[in-house]
């Protein structure tokens, strides 16, 4: 039996069960009504933690890159200090209502770093300059040349040399460090000639374009350089310090994992260490590396590094770096094949190799402290030389595996109408193919050297091109040998001197 009520002003039916219970029917409005508010609910709460994820990513970023945060304060900042020249009508007025060109200015010019801003700053008024002063003169011979020849030079001009500038962006020099001038300077000229044509007063109005850009460039260097600086000289010091640590994780995690036993790899069977896998960071630094070297040229002298300070050795220490990380990837790679080199060979070159691979890595550790410090060390030769002794010792090990290991003589392989023929013992093929493993991954361990050996040779130059200073406790062990010999020569005259008794 259906029985209806009205509930606060609603129709409600009830069903009656002979079991006692009863129950509700929902009007279809209701529940159309129930599910919109259910799908807008779980919208606005995906919405919501969307933007909770976003923010708590940034705020991560923020922490761990706090560099980041202060660029985009510096940015706010500048265009702050810019935008007066727009609200301020003594201001305003000064630029000729061309206030715009200065804030947009800022917009483009200012960079993370202060040798991109530099750049980007010069590029640009440069090159505002010479394409302002340049129309100028342009525009004066067409004047002078009456108002039938004036449209035609004008658009020759234009032609040529907007052709000219962006054909010299092609040119390696001057793409690398001019590019952004070279296209201001097609924007300036075709601006200020093409504008001329209608415009009386185009002095004036290339005199406000400069000087907006001046106010804007100015302003920039002036925060980069001041507020909490971030140069890029610094950056890529500290990144050339960042992959020779990390070469040298990956050589001695890479050789570790291939004489480990047993029980260690199945304990490690997840997956490769980070610290062995930083070598990667190194083979994709090269870009990084030349924006950075580009940049800190036109940076002036700041913290230990001089004006002129030999950025491009930098270049030339990542590129060895890049070499030796090739090595320690093929040596990854072996290490990873399928084909493993047998037990006996592995513990007859295990102590060798580990010899070789902890000279090696010395030797690279000795350079970052180098770089750090920016001194000179006399016991990088020192250890140099006892890598290349760990490189004869290994080749000698090599050379000296026990002839037990190739097995006896089973039985021959010989042709039925050659009785003379010279015997081949079938265990030689076996024992070739088990050598194969071990002997490419002793190849690869020398070459790491021989390319380490490069990158110091490299940090060597560099310590010399930027006369590092040779570090203090260096400095101490020189002076005593003096002090002492000059005491024993003291001595030696006063035993000269004196009477014999």
Known sequence: MAN????????????????????????????????????????????????????????????????????????????????????????????????????MTVVVVFESTVGATLCKSINRATGTFLAGSLALGVQWIANKSGETFEPIIIGISVFLLASAA????????????????????????????????????????????????AIGTSLCIFITMVFCPIWAGSGLHDLILCNLEKLADSLDGCVGECFKDD???????????????????????????????NFARWEPAHGRFNFRHPWKQYLKIGASMRNCAYCIEALNSCINSEIQAPDYLKKHLSDV??????????????????????????????????????????????????????????????????????????????????????????????????????IADAVDQLAGLAEFKLAMDENCKQKKPTNKSTSDNQDHETMKTSPRV
């Not at 097995?407 to 081949?424: D, H, K, M």
């Open 353 to 454: 190799c580990m010899l070789l691979s902890t000279n090696s890595s010395e030797v690279l550790k000795e350079l970052v402290i180098i770089m750090k410090t920016l001194t000179k060390s006399s016991k990088i030769e020192l250890l140099i030389g006892e890598m290349n002794s760990a490189v004869q010792k290994l080749q000698d090990s090599l050379n000296s595996v026990p002839n037990s290991f190739i097995g006896p003589t089973v039985s021959t392989l010989q042709a039925p109408n050659e009785a003379n023929r010279e015997t081949i013992p079938k265990t030689a093929i076996t024992s070739l193919l088990d050598v194969f493993p071990m002997a490419s991954l002793v190849y690869l361990l020398i070459q790491i050297a021989a390319r380490i050996e490069g």
């Open 263 to 293: 029980k260690t790899k199945l304990r490690n069977e997840e997956g490769p260490s980070k610290r062995m896998q930083g070598y990667k960071c190194v083979l994709n630094s090269k870009a990084t590396e030349e924006v950075m070297a």
């Open 166 to 213: 962006t054909f010299s962006r092609f040119i390696p020099s001057v793409k690398t460090r001019f590019d952004y001038g070279a296209m201001i300077f097609i924007l300036t000229f075709s601006l200020v000639t093409v504008s001329g044509y209608r415009v009386d007063k185009l002095l004036e109005l290339a005199y406000q374009r400069l000087s907006t850009v």
């Open 4 to 103: 209806a009520k009205q509930v606060s002003g609603k129709l409600e039916w009830r069903i009656n069960v002979p079991d006692g219970t009863s129950n509700v029917l929902v009007p279809e409005s209701d529940q159309l009504v129930n599910k919109a508010w259910l799908w807008l609910k779980g919208l606005l709460c995906g919405l919501v933690l969307k933007i909770w994820r976003f923010l708590y990513k940034a705020w991560n970023l923020g922490v761990a890159e706090p560099k980041k945060v202060i660029h985009g304060v510096k940015v706010g900042l500048s265009l702050l200090l810019v935008s007066f020249f727009y609200y301020m009508r003594p201001l305003y007025d000064g630029v000729g209502g061309n206030a715009m060109w200065a804030v």
